[in-house]
């Protein structure tokens, strides 16, 4: 499906946790290009951290998810070793695991603005393009990596 299979993709979902809005990947969709212990570790990390997405709690902005839910807009890099650690917070974690290229994607309710949720790819190599993996994820949405309903709703912005 994409240039190479070192590769993870998971979904980060907002849920509400007492008056707050969190951003989590616990219980949502995920896929590995190839099964790999850094894949399954860097995973592991993800669904042990949530971040808060609250309006009024936007100087805690310190992951790549939490900046593209809230803004609405992609942000991407070649290498996660680009980004000040402050402002990714699994840098480390991604380093150790052999993990560099970096998407987030925010996905919209086509029926509203309301961003629903951040599509997160992770890869080995140092893109400097997105545009063939922004493509085969566009694709499999349309195949259905999430419940029909789910898919007649929703749209990336890239």
Not at 87 to 115: K, M, W
Not at 120 to 137: C, H, I, P, R
Request: aromatic share 12%; hydrophobic share 35%.
């Amino acid at each position: 499906m994409f240039r190479e299979q070192h590769v993870l993709v998971q979904f980060w979902c907002p849920h509400e946790f007492g008056k707050h809005q969190i951003l989590t990947t616990i219980g949502q969709p995920f896929g590995v290009g190839v099964h790999d212990a850094g894949l399954s570790l860097y995973r592991r990390d993800s669904e042990g951290r949530s971040f808060v997405v609250d309006k009024d709690h936007e100087e805690e902005d310190h992951s790549p998810a939490a900046r593209v839910f809230r803004r609405g807009l992609p942000e991407w890099t070649p290498d996660v070793t680009n980004y000040m650690p402050k402002h990714f917070p699994q840098q480390e974690c991604a380093i150790r695991c052999n993990l560099h290229g970096y998407l987030a994607l925010p996905v919209f309710d086509s029926n509203t603005p309301l961003c629903v949720g951040v599509l997160e790819l992770l890869t080995s190599l140092k893109y400097t393009s997105y545009a063939y993996e922004v493509q085969q994820l566009n694709n499999a949405l349309e195949v259905s990596i999430f419940p029909p309903t789910f898919n007649d709703t929703i749209r990336l912005i890239y």
